[in-house]
């Protein structure tokens, strides 16, 4: 790791993205648009890679540098830093010190649900008509400590806020693991007895989520906004 970052350092510091990469073609930039794939199984990662390789046109050609099942790690984000590439997820997301590591070293990562979807931008993406990106941002998560059964069927969780902040008027996910099984909003947010705006990291809470009752000790609540990005020049 000490290697690939010590490599970075002496290259570009200027971040490579799909929006602004066909922007760089025939001005020193790359001729190379480096990606690196992660997903849930095999035959998703094979069968994507694959796809977006054959994307490759006369000016530039698509290089996949890693390709493996499982979740996104700082190691990930390294590779992609030291060799300037873009992280395509796949049914998968980067864990926090990862997210983390992307957002100093300045590592783009692309979430998908569907092939066609990543086909589509990256195509897009070559011939410069990449439409500006809805981009999430995450806030901060909490981890589920114990979960209180009350009447009337209402749950709460008893959470310690490990990163970030719990903001109440922003979309939650609950992770179970690497797995999100569950996306909605929060019916309630207090510390102790108050109702509360915002919890910040090293602070304990209870959550109590709008249609989700599901949850377990361990769980992992994330807050997350959806920001649009305009393409960058």
Not at 22 to 34: F, T
Not at 67 to 96: K, M, N, W
Request: net charge neutral; proline share 1%; charged share 30%.
């Amino acid at each position: 790791r000490a290697a690939l970052h010590r490599e970075h350092e002496f290259r570009s510091s200027k971040a490579i993205s799909l929006t602004s990469f066909h922007d760089s073609l025939g001005k020193g930039g790359p001729n190379e648009l480096k990606m690196l794939i992660k997903g849930d199984v095999d035959g998703s990662v094979e069968a994507l890679s694959e796809s977006l390789q054959k994307l490759s046109t006369a000016e530039v050609a698509v290089r996949v540098i890693r390709s493996a099942v499982g979740q996104i790690t700082e190691s990930d984000v390294l590779l992609a830093a030291a060799s300037d590439a873009i992280i395509v997820g796949f049914h998968v997301r980067p864990d926090v010190r990862a997210r983390e590591m992307a957002e100093r070293e300045k590592v783009e990562i692309r979430l998908y649900d569907i092939i066609y979807k990543a086909q589509e931008d990256v195509k897009l993406a070559l011939e410069g008509m990449l439409k500006p990106e809805l981009k999430e941002v995450v806030l901060g998560s909490a981890e589920v400590r114990q979960v209180f059964k009350l009447s009337k069927g209402l749950v709460v969780a008893g959470c310690m806020v490990s990163t970030g902040k719990i903001t109440r008027a922003e979309k939650v996910r609950v992770m179970r693991g690497d797995q999100a099984v569950w996306t909605g909003r929060i019916e309630a947010l207090k510390r102790f007895k108050d109702d509360a705006r915002e919890v910040e990291k090293g602070f304990e809470c209870g959550i109590t989520l709008g249609g989700f009752s599901e949850l377990q000790q361990g769980d992992r609540i994330e807050s997350f906004k959806i920001e649009e990005l305009a393409r960058t020049l």
